[in-house]
């Protein structure tokens, strides 16, 4: 079965472009979520998605970030513009059955983006 | 503040040998905490899952221990192998409104030859 399929495995890129970062979750799963892994602050939930609806995008860290989930098996992550302390790997996850309030899901991750910013 | 807090942050043993990684948390109220194991490069996957009622749980090599009183939690590695090299994630979700899961920055670990 295919999982959680991310790309590009890896962006380099220059400060002030565009960066847009692409998820597929697994099929069937209704939670689809954004963290990002740095060194310094580890795991970060940016913004996570229950039936394609944002729930909580109080971990995006500016306006520069933004996501959309347009339909049950696709998402993006976008960067505008981009910046050097953006550089981190991007996991996409989902879960299936997630509840809106509790959450009992086990998450499955992606292979993650690795975005460096010049 | 709700916090994951893991210890050591990182740790090296010998093939074969055992060894228990730590985590206490500050979550409250507490929904359940995995065990994440990340290989280098590649996305954490769950090792185990425990709830408030429940206080060990065994997957193969792989034993966590929940004292959901103290708000302790151990994952004991029995006869480590070479591809037991990874960080050891703890992960907590708390059952408020919305989706709360507070990582642990994870416990490096290396096992040598």
């Known amino acids: 079965d295919a999982g959680v399929i991310q790309s590009p495995r890896h962006e380099v890129t220059e400060m002030g472009q565009e960066v847009t970062l692409r998820c597929k979750p697994i099929?069937?799963?209704?939670?689809l979520f954004w963290y990002r892994q740095t060194m310094m602050r580890g795991l970060e939930l940016l913004i996570y998605?229950?039936?394609?609806?944002?729930?909580?995008d109080s971990g995006m860290p500016e306006d520069r970030f933004s996501a959309k989930m347009p339909n049950a098996s696709f998402s993006t992550l976008k960067i505008q513009p981009s910046e050097p302390r953006d550089s981190a790997v991007y996991f996409c996850?989902?879960?299936?059955?997630?509840?809106?309030?509790?959450?009992?899901?086990?998450?499955?991750f992606g292979e993650g983006s690795r975005l460096t910013v010049l | 503040k709700n916090q994951v807090e893991q210890s050591p942050q990182s740790l090296i043993i010998l093939e074969g040998k055992n060894c228990t990684l730590q985590?206490?948390?500050?979550?409250?109220?507490?929904?359940?905490l995995r065990w994440y194991k990340q290989d280098t490069g590649r996305g954490p996957v769950s090792l185990t899952i425990m709830t408030f009622s429940e206080n060990t749980k065994s997957n193969g090599r792989y034993t966590a221990t929940l004292d959901a009183d103290t708000k302790q939690s151990s994952l004991h590695i029995t006869a480590s192998q070479l591809s037991d090299s990874a960080s050891y994630i703890c992960?907590?979700?708390?059952?408020?409104?919305?989706?709360?899961?507070?990582f642990g920055a994870g416990t490096r670990l290396f096992v040598k030859a």
């Open positions: 992960v907590v979700s708390a059952p408020t409104g919305g989706f709360k899961t507070i």
């Open positions: 985590c206490n948390y500050t979550v409250s109220p507490f929904s359940n």
């Open positions: 996850a989902s879960s299936p059955k997630q509840q809106r309030v509790a959450s009992t899901g086990e998450l499955f």
């Open positions: 099929s069937g799963h209704n939670s």
């Open positions: 998605f229950n039936n394609n609806v944002p729930i909580d």
